[in-house]
């Protein structure tokens, strides 16, 4: 793991390593307020993953309170790295070039050892803002974090069951409309079923007619 710190590549080595590794690594941001089926889709996404051969990490936001109301575990065993950061209030760990996530980042685009990551799956916790993730991928000064990872998409969880608690306008829980909005595909957790809206902006209107069953989690993926 490289140490919050160390010096970053040059653009040569950056430019040498995506030569050696032709494949990007393909980032979907998972993001959703408590209990939306954030873990739930994570799990089908890597069983995906793995029933088409392709070789995803995962790396999850944790804050110290969803210990104690997370009921789902992620599946490690079908992701072939998996690093964990925990956010237990005291400030910003994701958006500085020194933070932990910078680290994990940085140490996963220079693995040559071991799978080559196809995909990267980065679970953020209830409360995050997805954008903080998807900013430290864009916007990183690590030219070999910015050659290997791909940002496709973020993704919102929302759980029909709980969405009038979670996104009424002027409620409290302004997290989860903030992380609506940054999203550009929403999953709506049905029991069973998955639907995917590609349009997030049609759903923060309250019109969910544009979404699709997802007979394929990976449609999400492959497509």
């Not at 040059?10 to 954030?38: D, F, L, P, Q």
């Not at 890597?46 to 995803?56: F, I, Q, S, Y």
């Not at 496709?152 to 989860?176: F, K, M, N, Y």
Request: some cysteine; glycine content about 8%; aromatic content about 4%.
């Amino acid at each position: 793991m490289l140490q919050p710190g160390a010096s970053t590549t040059s653009a040569t080595e950056a430019e040498a390593a995506t030569a050696h590794n032709e494949r990007c690594i393909h980032v979907h941001v998972i993001t959703g307020y408590a209990a939306a089926g954030k873990t739930r889709l994570l799990n089908l996404l890597l069983r995906e993953c793995a029933a088409a051969g392709k070789a995803a990490g995962v790396l999850a936001h944790r804050q110290n309170d969803e210990y104690e109301i997370a009921p789902h575990v992620i599946d490690q065993a079908r992701a072939v790295s998996y690093d964990e950061v925990l956010d237990v209030g005291s400030g910003c760990i994701c958006c500085s070039p020194q933070g932990e996530v910078a680290g994990i980042l940085a140490s996963l685009a220079r693995q040559v050892d071991g799978p080559q990551l196809d995909f990267l799956f980065i679970r953020c916790a209830p409360l995050a803002s997805p954008l903080t993730f998807a900013q430290a991928l864009v916007r990183s000064p690590d030219p070999l974090v910015a050659a290997r990872f791909v940002l496709r998409s973020i993704i919102a969880v929302v759980d029909p069951t709980l969405a009038a608690a979670h996104l009424e306008q002027g409620g409290s829980e302004w997290q989860a409309r903030a992380q609506l909005r940054a999203a550009d595909c929403v999953v709506f957790n049905c029991g069973p079923m998955l639907f995917a809206a590609k349009l997030a902006s049609r759903v923060a209107s309250g019109c969910d007619d544009g979404a699709e069953p997802l007979h394929r989690r990976g449609d999400l993926l492959f497509n």
